[in-house]
């Protein structure tokens, strides 16, 4: 007999923009969460889990922590925390540069307070999760820096890994992976093998085509952006249809661009993208529809899947 089998829940955790999402699908190995170089594109928990030799991790992309200003955000936060609570192994992540000591100041403390210790439901667990501390980026920053940047957050909680990294080029992600199996506890195999997240393929697509609007529109539109899919399963293809919810006549303009051609080239990259996760043809089509203030509507937001998940 071998040992036994690992598994556990893992929160990667973190300021916008830091990499969480480039890590997850580093670790995964698929495109699961959606990277952008704009903060907080990461709406919902994410999960992607990872089944490895007598390990399984279950990996939770958490939002940005930041103070919500709409409804949206709330759901943000309130889903972030939540998933400090229930996990396993926290990865705090940040990057390898001293500038974001200060702004990290705040997670770091969370890390501290009893409450993380504490479910949703009000039920006390009795012992905090380990966390790890991964210096990411750290293709783009000096080896002295990054030693800088240990010595300061060591002293400033007793991490029980400290992990310099690159999501991005997948330097050391090893090490990380290591790391997490050897803090795993004895569990379950709660997924099958070839498992990889238990977002519906709807979720993923809407996703991509968000991701791909982000990418071509100006910076004071995207988070007023959502996107709804319908999804209909033909054989050895399938048809997408996609609404591209945005906040103002103004921006309906702008996402269509001239004669469609801004609209067009989003579908167009999402398309290919959607084709290459799902191995299969995908016909899109997309429209474009205003929805006044829909981050502030309770409908609107359960409607487009922000809510509570079930
Ligand atoms: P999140 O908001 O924390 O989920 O961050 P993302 O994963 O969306 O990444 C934000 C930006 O940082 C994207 O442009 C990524 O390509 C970039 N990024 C992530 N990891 C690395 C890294 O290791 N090195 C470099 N140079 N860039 C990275
Ligand atoms: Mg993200």
């Not at 500038?99 to 307070?113: L, P, S, Y």
């Not at 479910?119 to 966390?131: A, F, H, L």
């Amino acid at each position: 007999m071998g040992e036994a089998f690992r598994s556990g829940f893992i929160a990667i955790t973190g300021r916008p923009n830091v990499g969480k999402s480039t890590l997850l699908n580093r670790l995964t190995g698929e495109k699961i969460a959606i990277v952008s170089s704009k903060p907080q594109t990461t709406r919902n928990r994410i999960q992607g889990v990872l089944t490895g030799d007598g390990f399984q991790a279950i990996f939770i992309d958490t939002p940005g922590i930041h103070e919500p200003k709409t409804k949206l955000g709330g759901f943000m936060v309130i889903n972030a925390e939540g998933a400090l609570g229930e996990s396993d192994i926290i990865i705090f992540i940040t990057e390898a540069d001293i500038k974001n000591f200060e702004k990290d100041a705040r997670i770091i403390a969370r890390f501290k307070t009893p409450a993380l210790g504490e479910n949703p439901d009000g039920n006390k667990k009795t012992k905090s999760p380990p966390v790890f501390l991964v210096l990411n980026k750290i293709d783009k920053f000096s080896k002295p820096e990054t030693l800088n940047v240990i010595e300061k957050y060591k002293n400033a909680f007793p991490f029980s890994e400290i992990i310099p990294l690159s999501a991005l080029t997948g330097e050391n992600a090893d090490g990380l992976l290591a790391a997490i199996k050897h803090y795993l506890p004895e569990g379950p195999r709660y997924f099958p093998d070839d498992y990889i997240t238990d977002r519906p393929e709807k979720f993923i697509i809407s996703e991509i085509i968000r991701e791909k609007a982000l990418l071509y529109l100006q910076d004071e539109i995207p988070h007023g952006v959502a996107v709804e899919v319908e999804v209909k399963e033909k054989k050895g293809s399938s048809e997408v249809n996609a609404t591209i919810f945005c906040e103002k006549d103004s921006h309906k303009g702008i996402i269509i661009g001239k004669n469609g051609a801004l609209l067009k080239k989003i579908g167009q990259s999402a398309r290919v993208e959607i084709e290459n996760l799902l191995g299969n043809k995908i016909f899109l089509q997309t429209w474009v529809k205003v929805k006044k203030n829909w981050r502030d509507d309770d409908f609107m937001l359960r409607t487009l899947g922000y809510g509570k998940q079930g």
